[in-house]
């Protein structure tokens, strides 16, 4: 398996956990969580190929190492070859690196919660965003963004705080959009 499938299963994987924390009644949970459970199986056992595949490399890395180190070549050849293990290590951690970020980056934001809200509101009901159901919205923003205010977004609070318009967020959306479009004339301007 490649890394991307791998990058590709934890990514559905973990849209699958942010949607299990939120699921309605029992027989919904056991039989998500039964689906869920599976999923996890096949990605460790796909992890498990994966990591047996790197293990055969560095064995053979190695048995090529003690090979060169019992054959006797000369200083010329053995900096060759060193220079050939650092090329495959380097390569070899790549993979590694790339299958396991070093942390799900988080974009911060300098919104409140409910104003983000808002302004995804607004372009949903002016059709920026084409897609109907909130949901996947919610994930998206609980899984990528920060406020200043909230570290970790949740999927409930989310969902109760878009419905709930407020004049001061109102308020303070139409001046940051008022400014956007100040901004888009200088722009407008720079191009004419």
Not at 3 to 18: N, Y
């Amino acid at each position: 398996m490649t890394i991307t499938a791998l990058q590709c299963q934890f990514e559905s994987i973990w849209s699958k956990f942010l949607e299990l924390q939120n699921e309605a009644g029992i027989k919904e949970r056991r039989a998500v969580l039964l689906a869920f459970n599976k999923q996890i199986m096949e990605f460790v056992t796909a992890l498990d190929h994966f990591c047996s595949d790197m293990q055969e490399q560095v064995d053979a890395r190695i048995e090529l190492q003690q090979a060169i180190e019992h054959s006797g070549i000369n200083h010329t050849a053995y900096e060759g070859f060193y220079l050939d293990q650092i090329a495959f290590y380097r390569q070899w951690l790549s993979g590694f690196a790339e299958l396991m970020p070093t942390g799900r980056a988080k974009c911060s934001i300098g919104l409140t919660a409910r104003q983000m809200l808002l302004l995804l509101r607004l372009a949903r009901d002016t059709g920026i965003l084409a897609e109907q159901q909130l949901k996947p919205y919610f994930y998206f923003l609980q899984a990528s963004f920060r406020t200043n205010a909230q570290d970790n977004l949740s999927y409930e609070s989310l969902r109760k705080k878009y419905s709930q318009l407020d004049r001061y967020t109102i308020i303070n959306v139409r001046k940051l959009l008022e400014e956007m479009l100040v901004q888009l004339k200088h722009y407008q301007d720079k191009t004419a």
